[in-house]
């Protein structure tokens, strides 16, 4: 019996050891310090927010002109080269067309020949020895050869190629002493002072597109610059295959540092909104498909689930789930979580 309350003693002493280590760890943990994550915050202040439609597409010259040969001959004189610049009207090569002007000279002798006779003639009416359908007839054959005194004309000026347009001579295809058949191409003329840019407008866009409309010109070879444009021309006609509208802006390249060809981007201002609640893009927290964002109530972070606008440059339009006057955590967003408790700095 004297052992038997021995064991008994040493079990009680056992038991009475684990529930004062268990004591200790309730208390240890009902003193622990609760977590406080330090972040930065920002009051929301409704702001002016621009809706941006950007498209890319091509640069090209507004005149790109192709000149060529009215008549076939031999290039006798060339007066350009590619790079130069000429003026409208200007005498870019002559061809030879000698058979042409041998039959001037002569159109030009019978129509002299022709007046002299009128004149005479028309002394003999006068004179009362001479019928008028004579005189009429001769009257016809003066017209018929200053008609054909014309035609003449117009095939020696064929032989003179002038530039139908200001600008830059970007190809040549002949050079002197070379033949050319009628129609044969002679130079390719470029004006770069203005230019054109063709982007693709989606149907869903079209309704804020119109033409004279203002548009912002941006060229990836040429960073940091932008140019003001202008809508040329809105197609009243979808892409059956796309479904979207041609669209062609215009924009002044005075000094020439855009070129045919470059990747352009065209932006185009859909609309204004005057009084939107906006968020930093990296405030914005994507968690299981949704878009969430952190608010600091009184030293609580709080969720918010969000949904999304308009998005302008770094910030984006929040239709639902924030209201102007809040404090919106701008950094510290990632370590908190519903309830977390939060020092604002």
Known sequence: MHKQAILTVLALAALLALAGCGNEDSNANAFAPERVVKVKTMTVTPMVLHDILTLPGETEPEDDVFVSSDSAGTVTWLGVREGDHVKKGAIIARVDVASSGARLDQAKASRELAAEQLRRRRELLEKGVLAQEEFDQMAAKLEESDASLREMQVGVDQGVIRAPVSGIVNKRFVDQGERLEVGGQVVEIVDPSIIRVTVNVPEMDIPFIRKD?????????????????AVEFVSFKADPTSKTFETRVLTDNGDGAIRAGMLARVSFERRTIPDAI???????INQGGERLLYVDENGTARARTIEIGVIDADRAQILQGLKAGEKLIVSGQTMVEDGTKVDAQ
């Open 213 to 229: 409309q203002e548009a912002m010109l941006t060229v990836d070879a040429i960073p940091g610059r932008k140019w003001k444009g």
């Open 278 to 284: 906006t968020a930093p893009l990296y405030s914005i």
